[in-house]
Nanobody
Framework: QVHLVESGGGSVQAGGSLRLSCAASGLTSSTFSRYTMGWFRRTPGKEHDFVARILWSDGSTYYSDTVKSRFTISRDDAENTVYLQMNSLKPEDTAVYYC?????????????????WGQGTQVTVSS
């Protein structure tokens, strides 16, 4: 069973930066490398919104239009960890951010494509 734990959330002023981490446990490093990893976010009363993903096969990345050029997803397979570097943060980026994983698959932005989820970490951006 894959267990995901996010960290790095917090409060920041608009224009600032945060780096989120998601550590995966319950699997080896070689197995982790076969998981596509992603980030979603959710605000109260709304569904999960796709933020970014990094493919297991070639490390290629894909971002939502709202975060493209400001956020960067990366992974360290030796550490079983995926990161989300968030720059030029805006108040509308305020949300709970969730890490997600799926094995040997190139998922789309739908939450139904993803198998495992973390508990989330709060990001608050003030103006």
């Amino acid at each position: 069973q894959v267990h995901l734990v996010e960290s790095g959330g917090g409060s920041v002023q608009a224009g600032g930066s945060l780096r989120l981490s998601c550590a995966a446990s319950g699997l080896t490093s070689s197995t982790f490398s076969r998981y596509t990893m992603g980030w979603f976010r959710r605000t109260p009363g709304k569904e999960h919104d796709f933020v970014a993903r990094i493919l297991w096969s070639d490390g290629s990345t894909y971002y939502s239009d709202t975060v493209k050029s400001r956020f960067t997803i990366s992974r360290d397979d030796a550490e079983n960890t995926v990161y989300l570097q968030m720059n030029s943060l805006k108040p509308e980026d305020t949300a709970v951010y969730y890490c997600a994983a799926v094995y040997l698959y190139a998922p789309g932005p739908s939450t139904y494509d993803w198998s495992y989820w973390g508990q989330g970490t709060q990001v608050t951006v003030s103006s």
